[in-house]
């Protein structure tokens, strides 16, 4: 038996063919669209990351301080200074002693008596009595037992003796030249306070 095939069943096939044929080259595009799209986006991330570590990069940690050992006098000053740690007796924060509590920190410091809190006496605080301030010598000292110098720059390290005195960074110096200050000052044995 022969097949014949009209020409309609002929064209069916035929443009089957061609339709299946177009489906294949539309799924292979589609692919090749997904696969340029996570290129794409592997592509951004990668970006992102190395954005991120050149971040990284660029933070500045501090400098470690080294604590050098201190000297004779320092260590002088310092047991002078923990020995003198004596605060006035209370006066009263205007005058009375017994309306002015000494327990409540507000009333524990002097200031002048006005008015009915006025106690003519001097025992009661009308004016302060010597012994507010420390001794000359110990007077503007770190309880480190170092004098303190205010350091803005490399050339104020010049300023500062490592054997009597310390640093003290001012607070507008930024983390860069804070480094510069910290690794000259461990050179040279200078204490930091700050």
């Known amino acids: 038996m022969v097949n014949f095939m ?26 090749k669209n997904e696969a340029k799209a996570e290129t794409k986006t592997t592509e951004k991330k990668d970006t992102k990351v190395q954005a991120k570590k050149e971040i990284k990069k660029k933070f500045i ?5 080294k604590k050098p050992k201190k000297s004779k006098e320092v260590l002088e000053t310092q047991k002078s200074l923990q020995g ?3 605060t006035p007796v209370f006066r009263g924060r205007f005058g009375k002693k017994n309306i002015r509590r000494k327990s409540i920190a507000k009333w524990d410091k002097w200031r002048k008596p006005h008015g009915i809190d006025l106690d003519r006496g001097l025992n009661h605080g009308r004016r302060p009595k010597i012994g507010y301030r420390r001794e000359a010598v110990l007077r503007d000292i770190h309880p480190s037992g170092y004098k303190e110098v205010l ?3 490399v050339k ?6 490592p054997k009597f005195a310390a640093a003290r960074l001012s607070a507008t110096i930024g983390k860069r030249k804070r480094n510069e200050i910290v690794t000259k000052a461990n050179e040279k044995g200078i204490w930091v306070l700050n």
Not at 7 to 21: F, G, M, P, R
Not at 22 to 30: D, L, P
Not at 61 to 65: A, F, G, M, R
Not at 156 to 161: A, G, N, S
């Open 84 to 86: 003198k740690t004596h």
């Open 156 to 161: 104020d390290l010049e300023k500062v003796d």
């Open 6 to 31: 009209t020409e309609k069943e002929t064209k069916k096939k035929t443009s089957a063919k061609d339709v299946a044929k177009e489906n294949v080259k539309e799924v292979k595009a589609e692919t």
């Open 151 to 153: 350091v803005n720059n």
């Open 61 to 65: 940690q501090y400098v470690e301080k």
